[in-house]
């Protein structure tokens, strides 16, 4: 079974609007990360956030760390048009030998 | 900044044919880098995990003869996909990290075609 799972799946929105994607994952982590990949490309880097760390925020995107839950989220308030993309959480554990292991992804498409 | 160039973008290549694709951190030393490969609207599946000046360390069902890697140096990683079949088709991505704990930094990925 996976060590990330995303919901939702897909998120369709009208610009301007904010977007929530959550991610949860089922052994304690040394940090999560969140990518961005927009069609046919690799991944963008958007935040690492640490065990210890339960929030960080950079530009639009704020990202929450609940590790008695083990889940996290990703807003990004006022979307753009340009924000449509797959967005991916991903762990690095010691129990997966401190590789990251990506969730499913959830596909966002912000509609103008 | 941080990165990590892949090249080449796109292959079409015969049934047969060994192809080499090259990952370069640009302005970082990597330590370890990464080959994933990615199927159409699915997640990332790893490959292998590159230390450079060791021997790749593999995922469980990738086949090492199949899926040459090596990390020469501190910047640059190659993947050979050796005699190349249809089922190789794939999007292939690398990524390169500075050290553990740290984010990875990914290239555009190569796509691999093969008739």
């Known amino acids: 079974s996976q060590q990330g799972e995303e919901d939702p799946q897909a998120l369709s929105i009208q610009e301007g609007e904010n977007a929530t994607m959550n991610c949860s994952y089922k052994?304690?982590?040394?940090?999560l990360q969140w990518y961005r990949q927009n069609s046919g490309r690799g991944l963008v880097h958007l935040i690492l956030?640490?065990?210890?760390?339960r929030e960080k925020h950079s530009g639009r995107l704020r990202v929450t760390l609940d590790t008695s839950k083990k889940s996290s989220s990703l807003l990004i308030t006022a979307s753009r048009a340009a924000d449509t993309a797959s967005y991916f959480c991903?762990?690095?554990?010691?129990?997966?030998?401190?590789?990251?292991?990506f969730g499913a992804g959830t596909i966002l498409r912000v509609k103008s | 900044g941080a990165v990590v160039s892949q090249h080449p973008s796109r292959v079409i290549c015969k049934s047969g044919t060994s192809v080499k694709i090259e990952c370069r951190s640009l302005d970082f030393q990597a330590t370890t880098m990464f080959w994933y490969r990615q199927f159409p609207k699915q997640s990332l599946m790893l490959m292998a995990t590159s230390n450079e000046g060791s021997k790749a360390t593999y995922e469980q069902g990738v086949e090492k003869d199949k899926f040459l890697i090596n990390h020469a140096s501190l910047t640059l990683s190659t993947l050979t996909v050796t005699s190349a079949h249809p089922e190789d088709s794939s999007f292939y991505i690398c990524?390169?990290?500075?050290?553990?704990?740290?984010?990875?930094?990914f290239g555009d990925g190569t796509r691999l075609s093969i008739l």
């Open positions: 956030i640490r065990s210890n760390e």
């Open positions: 990524s390169a990290r500075r050290a553990p704990n740290q984010p990875q930094h």
């Open positions: 052994t304690s982590i040394n940090n």
């Open positions: 991903a762990t690095d554990a010691r129990e997966y030998g401190n590789k990251l292991v």
